[in-house]
């Protein structure tokens, strides 16, 4: 199944309750309490975005520096606050497993994902290359 690891424990991360596989729950959404991050997925969804675009974002925002692997059910819980159905949200985490850009494991019949290192690498690097962006001084020629 693409990167899935057979028989790996999948480990909670922080912000998620693994629960018995079925019911766990997404801990802090909307980032620092103010839904902004809400309100711009739910914007996003309506503008087209797909669960496939969602969720990496989402992943990304919530757990980028983390490499626990996250419940399928929490994931499927969390993209359901946007208004994502369940069936949506699976086959996205299966496409997304199936492109590399998330990294799956199975323990039993519960199913745990974490962005994909490659993605994670990718993301880093370009954050430093904004950072970096206008650190050199430009003399200015004096044109508008």
């Known amino acids: ?65 983390s490499r626990a692997h996250i419940p399928s059910a929490a994931l499927v819980r969390l993209l359901a606050e946007f208004g994502v159905g369940a069936d949506a949200t699976r086959a996205a985490l299966s496409r997304l497993t199936r492109k590399g850009r998330l990294e799956g494991v199975r323990d039993g019949r519960r199913t745990a994902y974490r962005l994909a290192p490659a993605l994670v690498d990718a993301a880093t690097e370009q954050g430093r290359r904004l950072m970096r962006f206008g650190t050199e001084p430009v003399a200015w020629d004096g044109v508008w």
Do not use: C, I, N
């Open 1 to 65: 199944m693409g990167a899935m690891e057979s028989g790996s424990k999948a480990q909670s991360a922080p912000g998620v309750d693994g629960g018995d596989g079925d019911d766990g729950v997404a801990g802090g959404v909307g980032g620092d309490g103010d839904g902004s991050l809400a309100a711009e997925a739910r914007a996003a969804l309506a503008r087209g975005a797909s669960a496939s675009d969602l969720l990496p974002t989402l992943m990304g925002d919530y757990w980028f520096h």
